[in-house]
């Protein structure tokens, strides 16, 4: 568990940047990430891996969106 709780804590590390900046340039991107975070809640109260997964997959994928220039104009 203390492993588990270091890897998470270094790529939330890593990542803090890249989600402020997400949310600066494209507001929608926070709409999004919070809907995500809602249904991740429910997948794991339904002990759901498989959709937990597919959350995370869209999830981990909305900061890089900032990166092209026509998602920071939408």
């Known amino acids: 568990m203390q492993r588990l709780t270091q890897m998470l804590s270094s790529q939330e590390e890593a990542s803090a940047v890249y989600?402020?900046?997400a949310?600066?340039?494209h507001p929608e991107i926070r709409r999004r990430a919070d809907e995500h975070?809602?249904?991740l809640v429910q997948a794991w109260r339904?002990?759901?891996a498989d959709a937990a997964i597919s959350i995370?997959?869209?999830h981990a994928a909305l900061p890089i969106e900032m990166?092209?220039?026509e998602e920071r104009r939408a």
């Open 67 to 69: 990166n092209d220039p």
């Open 19 to 21: 989600v402020t900046l």
């Open 46 to 48: 339904q002990q759901n």
């Open 37 to 39: 975070h809602q249904e």
């Open 56 to 58: 995370m997959s869209g």
């Open 23 to 25: 949310h600066r340039w």
